[in-house]
């Protein structure tokens, strides 16, 4: 198991520039925007503009700040107005969001597509993960088999069962088993 403190992430603009992200795993270690299979961040979402396409991804997006917004993902509207949902949608997809009332942070899971999928769930209270995983305290904070984990700290799981006990909501991904040889990496 390792521990991913979110003091030691750091800014960096969105491929658009329309924002910044904080990265917190990806796979394979090393992987850029460009050469990800999976990659785990937060972006902060400061105004209303076009989201950042990534061909050949899908992306599960989770409001944990803020009021929301109103997508249009390929030219359909999607009311993302509920933090915690996770809102599963293709990243290659044009995308226009309009913040519904200020700045908001999401929860960003984007993979592969034609790759194995990672799974996300939002939970609270206790909860045994069967790993690999990558568990990260969202709006309060949780123990994973002891260690404490403040907002947006993570931990990325073995492939042995992890114990959570989130005081508030954790975001759980259920990462595609590794193989042989292949490592993850915290950003």
């Known amino acids: ?8 992430r750091r800014a960096v603009p969105w491929k658009n520039g329309g924002g910044v992200t904080r990265g917190i795993a990806a796979h394979p270690e090393g992987a850029g925007t460009a050469d990800f299979e999976w990659r ?3 972006a902060e979402v400061g105004a209303d503009g076009p989201f950042s396409g990534f061909p050949g991804v899908d992306r599960i997006l989770t409001v944990v700040e803020g009021a929301g917004m109103d997508l249009t993902v390929d030219g359909q509207r999607r009311l993302v107005d ?20 200020g700045p908001v942070v999401n929860f960003n899971v984007m993979f592969r597509r034609g790759r194995p999928a990672p799974a996300v769930a939002v939970v609270r209270g206790g909860l045994t993960v069967s790993g690999p995983a990558l568990i990260v ?4 904070p949780a123990r994973v088999d002891g260690v404490r984990l403040g907002p947006y700290d993570a931990v990325l799981t073995g492939e042995s069962a992890a114990v959570l006990r989130a005081e508030g909501h954790a975001a759980v991904v259920t990462l595609p088993p590794r193989q042989s040889g292949q490592e993850m990496s915290g950003i």
């Open 137 to 140: 305290a969202l709006d309060a």
């Open 40 to 42: 785990v961040s937060l």
């Open 1 to 8: 198991m390792r521990t991913l403190r979110a003091a030691a």
């Open 82 to 101: 509920e933090r915690f949902v996770p809102q599963h949608f293709p990243g290659d997809a044009p995308t226009d969001c309009r913040l519904l009332a």
